[in-house]
């Protein structure tokens, strides 16, 4: 990693910012030096002693400083003093090693006893559970079964968490019914473990049955069932058992409020985040550091940063998670200022950021495209001896790959001597986002040849830039490939198989993934059915969405969105009205892009009252979307009156209006004859809301115009658009002197789009019809031959009726 450094700052940076350690910053180093220096006194005076009790306690510190070298020195001294024989000394120095990360040398001494108990087996249990090898803690816990040993509650209880980590259900239900056979299944501990593994493996009826079952309800059970419900989408569902705990007598606790407020991470939670909030100030725990880093993050995720900066500033002990959530969640809106004084104050508390704290504001540098502020960041990383964190490193690669500077994202990743497979993912992300497709599956046979193995992220990806690329035999042998290394199970990879056969138009490929419904999870689902909606698929979209339901699955609000823009395209009144009722059932009416689509799809059916009823409902959401659509819904109707007191209402509930808000007012100017109110609002996007004025901005100023028979203005404008012209502004401009029988100028507009467009058919028909109805007949019929001689033909219209 410092290769980096070498490779990347040939030229120093501006420097925009200097923090000066200050007083408070050198107490906290010297209280942390002081903590670490007083424990490792005790250690000493504690061997003095020569006592088993006193080297368990030693070797207790050792575990809370995670010092493995502080550890074996113990080990060193328990040996000359003769214990190392002993079980119980022998039990705490397994203990330290698992403790440590030194799962080996845990072993090494765990298989080194003349005597094993039941806590040597357990302490091995947990000890490996704890440090993420699960499969070891099952082969343990087998072991200790063939010895005819009876589990405890502590070693049940790890094995549950082993089956939930490796997501094997049907060993987790036969070590259940053990639980059953022996008589643990009431213990706390082993019924809070079982409802995790449950939840974990999404098995929420077996997990309720067990709650339902239980007759010592603590807290630790509440709050298992909460998270799992939380697991399992079931968002209401766990805020309801979270307003229930207190009417039976159950305490909450941290874990409780953090579960609950897990629930609302997703938008549209906000009001569920206020009364767990309001639980929170009530139970008096606003002093809980851990808890109000989930509140704020959630009031972030809500995007509620009014709120969520409040919470930052009552958290009397900010600790490091603290600072990241606000660093993480607060959206800068390209204030790279605000970022630096947010660091600035994270110093001159005393706090110390680490790699997380490095890796955020990384990234945030590449959103804010901001590389000379992301070096800065980066070269403190390095003061901070953070250069050999693989995350730093792929941050870099981020920042880099969002700036648009792939050269240097590639010096970046050949100059770091260790990655890991996340390292060469974002690579190829990279290049996917900078569209150089192509290298990013270079990259992926790269991988390959240096024999790393590749996991569901970078199947993901590399099966994005085929997609993208138009690689359709390479996405096939990447098919393979999956099917090989068994991914093809994987919801990430079976939703990117789906987009990726889908944008090749293989949709019975795609199919084929939908011929066993049940084990397709929500994300599959919901690629299937949007792939089908951009292939004009709709009624196909409609089916795919019975199935789904068919199979005792609950659409999700992309989904929902998805269908409804369906009925959108095919005016399907019924269709609309039926998915309607499903966004109420489900509680979708928060999600601004799903209220958005039901009010477009309503406006297509021609139904405005119900698109205003829906709007109505969700108005109080504030999304400059919500009110595009309803503007735009109007405006196709011809009903501009209605527009325009949708675009007060806007103005007035301090939404900015964007480019397509200005489209559909134009629009609705256009079809009603409104030159001047037009003119006005496309004179007042720049001058009151400092927007440039986009190609559908132009083209709606030239159709009003062109449209109400201002035609030289419309020409005008065309002349001075700072872009060149595109068909549908000729299109527009010959419509109009065919209408109004402005020969000369259909001429001229004519000849420019047969210049950069010779083979448009409109250009014909219309300029034909601009002579046929100025008398011309002869002008017409040489047109006419034109248009055969060079063997372009008109287009045939559709229409579509449902039944």
Same mark, same amino acid.
């Given at each position: 990693m410092?290769?980096?450094?070498?490779a990347?700052f040939?030229?120093?940076?501006q420097?925009l910012?200097? @923090?000066?350690?200050?007083p408070?910053?050198?107490?906290?180093l010297?209280?942390?030096?002081q903590?670490?220096?007083?424990k490792s006194?005790?250690?000493s005076?504690l061997?003095?002693?020569?006592?088993q009790?006193?080297?368990a306690?030693?070797?207790s510190?050792?575990?809370?400083?995670?010092?493995?070298?502080?550890?074996? $020195?113990?080990h060193s001294?328990?040996?000359?003093?003769?214990?190392?024989?002993?079980?119980f000394?022998?039990n705490?120095?397994?203990k =330290?090693y698992f403790?440590?990360?030194?799962?080996?040398s845990?072993c090494k001494?765990?298989?080194?006893m003349a005597?094993?108990?039941?806590?040597?087996?357990t302490?091995?249990i947990s000890?490996?559970?704890?440090?993420s090898?699960?499969?070891?803690?099952?082969e343990?816990?087998l072991?200790?079964?063939?010895?005819?040993l009876?589990?405890?509650?502590f070693?049940?209880?790890?094995? =549950?968490?082993?089956?939930?980590?490796?997501?094997?259900?049907?060993?987790?239900?036969?070590?259940?019914?053990f639980?059953?056979k022996?008589?643990?299944?009431?213990?706390?501990?082993?019924?809070?473990s079982?409802?995790?593994m449950y939840a974990?493996?999404?098995?929420?009826?077996?997990?309720?049955?067990?709650?339902?079952?239980?007759?010592?309800?603590?807290?630790?059970?509440?709050n298992?069932?909460?998270?799992?419900?939380?697991k399992?989408?079931?968002?209401?569902?766990?805020?309801?058992?979270?307003? %229930? =705990?207190?009417? @039976?007598?159950?305490?909450?606790?941290q874990?409780?409020f953090?579960? &609950?407020l897990?629930?609302?991470?997703?938008?549209?939670? %906000?009001?569920?985040?206020?009364?767990?909030?309001?639980f929170?100030?009530?139970?008096?725990?606003?002093?809980?550091?851990s808890?109000?880093?989930?509140?704020?993050?959630?009031?972030?995720?809500?995007?509620d940063?009014?709120f969520?900066m409040?919470?930052f500033?009552?958290?009397q002990?900010k600790?490091?998670?603290?600072?990241?959530?606000?660093?993480?969640?607060?959206?800068w809106?390209?204030?790279a200022? $605000?970022?630096?004084t947010?660091?600035c104050?994270?110093m001159?508390?005393?706090?110390?950021?680490?790699?997380?704290t490095?890796?955020?504001?990384?990234?945030?540098?590449g959103e804010?495209h901001?590389?000379? %502020?992301?070096?800065?960041?980066?070269?403190?990383?390095l003061?901070?001896?953070?250069h050999?964190?693989?995350?730093?490193t792929?941050?870099?690669i981020?920042?880099?790959?969002?700036?648009?500077?792939?050269?240097?994202?590639?010096?970046?990743?050949?100059s770091v001597?260790?990655?890991n497979?996340?390292?060469?993912?974002?690579l190829i992300?990279g290049?996917?986002?900078?569209g150089?497709?192509?290298?990013?599956?270079?990259?992926?046979?790269?991988l $390959?040849?240096?024999?790393v193995?590749?996991?569901e992220c970078?199947?993901?990806?590399?099966?994005?830039?085929?997609?993208?690329s138009?690689?359709?035999?390479?996405?096939?042998?990447?098919?393979?490939?999956?099917?090989?290394?068994?991914f093809?199970?994987?919801?990430?990879?079976?939703?990117?198989?789906i987009?990726?056969?889908s944008?090749?138009?293989?949709?019975d490929?795609?199919?084929e993934? @939908?011929?066993?419904?049940?084990? %397709?999870?929500l994300?599959?689902?919901?690629?299937m059915?949007?792939?089908?909606?951009?292939?004009?698929?709709?009624y196909?979209?409609?089916k795919l969405?019975?199935?789904?339901?068919k199979v005792?699955?609950?659409?999700?609000?992309?989904?929902?969105?998805?269908?409804?823009?369906?009925c959108?395209?095919?005016?399907?009144?019924?269709?609309t009205?039926?998915?309607?009722?499903l966004?109420? /059932?489900?509680?979708?009416?928060?999600?601004p892009?799903?209220?958005?689509?039901?009010?477009?799809?309503?406006?297509?059916?021609?139904?405005?009252?119900?698109?205003r009823?829906?709007?109505?409902q969700?108005?109080?959401l504030?999304?400059?979307?919500?009110?595009?659509?309803?503007?735009?819904a109007?405006?196709?109707?011809g009903?501009?009156?209605?527009?325009m007191?949708?675009?007060?209402?806007?103005?007035?509930?301090?939404?900015?209006?964007?480019?397509?808000?200005?489209?559909s =007012?134009?629009?609705?100017?256009?079809?009603?004859?409104?030159v001047?109110?037009?003119?006005?609002?496309f004179?007042?996007?720049?001058?009151?809301?400092?927007l440039?004025?986009s190609?559908e901005?132009?083209?709606?100023?030239?159709?009003m115009?062109?449209?109400?028979?201002y035609?030289e203005?419309a020409?005008?404008v065309?002349?001075?658009?700072?872009?060149?012209?595109?068909?549908?502004?000729?299109?527009?401009?010959?419509?109009?002197?065919?209408t109004?029988?402005?020969? @000369?100028?259909g001429?001229w &507009?004519?000849?420019?789009?047969?210049?950069?467009y010779?083979?448009?058919d409109?250009?014909?028909?219309?300029?034909g019809?601009v002579?046929?109805?100025?008398?011309?007949?002869?002008? &017409?019929? /040489?047109?006419r031959?034109?248009?055969?001689?060079?063997?372009v033909?008109?287009?045939l219209?559709?229409?579509?009726?449902e039944?």
């Amino acid at each position: 990693m410092g290769r980096i450094g070498h490779a990347l700052f040939t030229v120093k940076p501006q420097r925009l910012f200097s @923090v000066s350690y200050r007083p408070c910053q050198l107490q906290s180093l010297q209280k942390r030096f002081q903590f670490h220096s007083g424990k490792s006194f005790l250690v000493s005076h504690l061997l003095e002693k020569r006592e088993q009790i006193a080297i368990a306690a030693a070797l207790s510190l050792s575990e809370d400083l995670k010092s493995y070298s502080l550890g074996t $020195q113990i080990h060193s001294h328990v040996i000359k003093l003769g214990f190392s024989g002993d079980i119980f000394s022998q039990n705490n120095l397994v203990k =330290m090693y698992f403790k440590c990360g030194f799962s080996y040398s845990g072993c090494k001494v765990f298989a080194e006893m003349a005597e094993k108990n039941l806590v040597s087996w357990t302490i091995m249990i947990s000890g490996a559970i704890q440090n993420s090898d699960f499969i070891l803690g099952l082969e343990i816990y087998l072991g200790m079964i063939r010895t005819g040993l009876r589990p405890n509650e502590f070693a049940l209880g790890s094995v =549950m968490k082993a089956c939930a980590g490796l997501g094997v259900h049907t060993l987790g239900l036969s070590i259940h019914c053990f639980a059953l056979k022996i008589g643990m299944e009431q213990n706390p501990f082993v019924s809070t473990s079982i409802l995790n593994m449950y939840a974990e493996s999404r098995d929420i009826k077996s997990a309720e049955l067990v709650f339902d079952g239980l007759k010592d309800l603590d807290a630790g059970c509440w709050n298992a069932m909460i998270g799992g419900y939380i697991k399992c989408k079931y968002d209401f569902k766990a805020l309801q058992l979270l307003s %229930l =705990m207190p009417y @039976v007598g159950v305490k909450m606790d941290q874990f409780t409020f953090v579960n &609950a407020l897990k629930g609302c991470s997703t938008m549209g939670a %906000l009001r569920c985040v206020k009364q767990i909030h309001g639980f929170i100030i009530q139970s008096a725990m606003g002093f809980i550091t851990s808890i109000m880093n989930a509140l704020m993050d959630v009031y972030f995720k809500n995007g509620d940063m009014g709120f969520a900066m409040r919470v930052f500033n009552q958290i009397q002990e900010k600790d490091i998670i603290s600072w990241n959530t606000v660093f993480s969640g607060f959206s800068w809106n390209g204030n790279a200022r $605000q970022l630096v004084t947010l660091y600035c104050d994270l110093m001159i508390t005393g706090g110390k950021p680490n790699n997380i704290t490095f890796s955020i504001l990384l990234r945030k540098c590449g959103e804010l495209h901001n590389l000379n %502020l992301g070096l800065q960041f980066f070269c403190l990383a390095l003061h901070f001896g953070l250069h050999d964190e693989t995350n730093i490193t792929n941050s870099v690669i981020i920042m880099f790959s969002r700036c648009g500077k792939m050269d240097m994202a590639s010096i970046a990743f050949d100059s770091v001597s260790f990655r890991n497979i996340n390292t060469w993912n974002e690579l190829i992300s990279g290049y996917n986002t900078n569209g150089f497709y192509g290298e990013g599956i270079k990259t992926f046979y790269n991988l $390959q040849e240096l024999g790393v193995e590749a996991d569901e992220c970078t199947f993901s990806t590399t099966l994005e830039a085929c997609c993208r690329s138009g690689n359709q035999e390479m996405g096939r042998q990447l098919h393979c490939d999956i099917l090989k290394s068994g991914f093809d199970s994987h919801d990430y990879v079976c939703s990117s198989l789906i987009k990726c056969y889908s944008t090749f138009g293989l949709l019975d490929d795609c199919y084929e993934f @939908v011929s066993e419904p049940e084990k %397709l999870d929500l994300v599959s689902w919901g690629t299937m059915i949007s792939s089908l909606v951009h292939q004009d698929l709709d009624y196909e979209a409609i089916k795919l969405l019975q199935l789904l339901m068919k199979v005792g699955e609950r659409p999700d609000d992309f989904i929902l969105a998805s269908i409804l823009n369906s009925c959108s395209s095919i005016a399907a009144y019924r269709q609309t009205k039926s998915v309607h009722a499903l966004v109420i /059932k489900l509680g979708c009416c928060v999600f601004p892009f799903v209220a958005s689509a039901l009010i477009d799809a309503y406006a297509k059916c021609s139904d405005i009252e119900c698109a205003r009823m829906a709007f109505d409902q969700s108005s109080k959401l504030r999304d400059v979307v919500l009110y595009n659509t309803m503007i735009m819904a109007y405006a196709h109707q011809g009903l501009v009156v209605k527009a325009m007191e949708i675009f007060e209402k806007m103005k007035s509930a301090n939404l900015h209006p964007s480019q397509a808000t200005f489209i559909s =007012m134009i629009a609705a100017c256009s079809h009603n004859g409104l030159v001047n109110i037009g003119c006005s609002l496309f004179e007042s996007m720049g001058l009151d809301y400092g927007l440039k004025p986009s190609p559908e901005i132009y083209g709606c100023l030239v159709d009003m115009l062109s449209r109400n028979g201002y035609l030289e203005d419309a020409k005008g404008v065309i002349e001075a658009m700072p872009f060149p012209p595109w068909p549908a502004i000729w299109k527009s401009l010959l419509s109009a002197c065919r209408t109004y029988g402005n020969r @000369v100028l259909g001429e001229w &507009a004519a000849g420019k789009l047969l210049q950069s467009y010779p083979d448009t058919d409109a250009a014909y028909v219309l300029l034909g019809r601009v002579y046929s109805e100025g008398g011309s007949w002869e002008d &017409a019929a /040489k047109v006419r031959g034109k248009m055969i001689e060079r063997g372009v033909a008109k287009g045939l219209g559709y229409s579509w009726i449902e039944t």
